[in-house]
């Protein structure tokens, strides 16, 4: 069973950078993608970023392109979100994602770990 597992979630002020770490296991193979979303108070979810192992593509939402950066330590079946000059809208519970068939950027992911919470100060 695929397990994911997020942590470095934190209160920052705007203008500062946090790195969130997804920790990954029970992929039957190595054709997997992990991605992040998130979800604000009140917002639907939405997709932020993801990474495809087999050839390390990637995605970004447009909103935080050029400030959000996803990175993977494949043997250590690691995802990292590093997240830079960031802004009070950013603020919301971000979860680590995987959907079946290494789809990424992805629509319904079928794996979610427990999220971790992100707070931008004004």
């Known amino acids: 069973e695929v397990q994911l597992v997020e942590s470095g979630g934190d209160l920052v002020q705007a203008g500062g950078s946090l790195r969130l770490t997804c920790a990954a296991s029970g992929f039957a193979s190595d054709d997997y993608a992990i991605g992040w979303f998130r979800q604000a108070p009140g917002k639907e979810r939405e997709g932020v970023s993801c990474i495809r192992r087999s050839d390390g593509s990637t995605y970004y939402t447009d909103s935080v392109k050029g400030r959000f950066t996803i990175s993977s330590d494949n043997a250590k079946r690691t995802v990292y979100l590093q997240m830079n000059s960031l802004k009070p809208e950013d603020t919301a519970v971000y979860y680590c994602?995987?959907?079946?068939?290494?789809?990424?950027?992805?629509?319904?992911?079928?794996?979610w770990g427990q999220g971790t919470q992100v707070t931008v100060s004004s």
């Open positions: 994602a995987s959907e079946t068939g290494a789809v990424c950027p992805m629509g319904f992911p079928n794996y």
